[in-house]
Structures are given as structure tokens and as C-alpha cells.
């Protein structure tokens, strides 16, 4: 069995050929979208701006095969994000990926400073 590892992606795009409909939902909803909305969860989590109502960010957590590398979980998180927004019926441009993979970040520790 191959090794898993655990990877932070942020999915990002452009709202395109919104619905009247699907416009009117997102501005309803922005309050629930915004910065305090932002964590990193399977499912994904969307945030965006209301004003201008332009660009969005979806956040995953995704946990792959370490071999198959960051280009996987990117392509495994914006399938997810297509998948949701398509469900939501909420028109986009091209998504856009960063990927962090957690189990290989180098985490600087600051020593605890003396008194």
C-alpha cells in the first residue's frame, strides 16, 4: 500500500455566466461567505466578495496517494469544486490551483524567549 499524505489546496476562479437567480442567491448568502467562512474541510468550503461580485476561492482538504503528488490532489480538489458549483448552478471561468502538502512542510519552531 502506498504512502498517503494529507494536502491543503485553494481552488480559485471567476464567477461567468451567472444566473439572475444564482447572482441574487450569492449576494443573499455573502455574509456566510466571507473571510470567517475560509477552512480547509473535504467537502470544500467557497468564499467570495459580494462587491464586486467577481472572483471566489474553495478550500479542501485532500488526502491521495504521495506518489501520485500535488498535480493529483489539485485535478481530485477541482473536480470537487466543479461538482459543487455546477450542483449550486453557479456559472465559472477556469479554475486555478495552489496545492500545500502538509506532511512535508517545513515548520519553523522560534525558541521560547528568556526572561
Request: avoid cysteine; aromatic fraction near 6%; charge should be negative.
Amino acid at each position: 500500500m502506498s504512502e498517503q499524505h494529507t494536502y491543503r489546496v485553494i481552488v480559485r476562479g471567476a464567477w461567468d455566466g451567472l444566473t439572475d437567480e444564482a447572482r441574487t442567491r450569492l449576494l443573499a448568502e455573502a455574509a456566510d461567505h466571507g473571510m470567517g467562512s475560509m477552512r480547509f474541510t473535504e467537502e470544500g468550503t467557497l468564499s467570495y466578495e459580494p462587491s464586486p461580485l467577481k472572483h471566489f476561492s474553495m478550500r479542501y482538504v485532500v488526502l491521495s496517494d504521495a506518489a501520485d503528488g500535488e498535480e493529483m490532489a489539485a485535478a481530485i480538489a477541482e473536480d470537487r469544486a466543479e461538482t459543487t458549483l455546477k450542483g449550486l448552478g453557479y456559472g465559472h471561468g477556469g479554475l486555478k490551483s495552489t496545492v500545500t502538502d502538509l506532511d512535508t512542510m517545513k515548520i519553523n519552531f522560534k525558541p521560547a524567549s528568556r526572561r
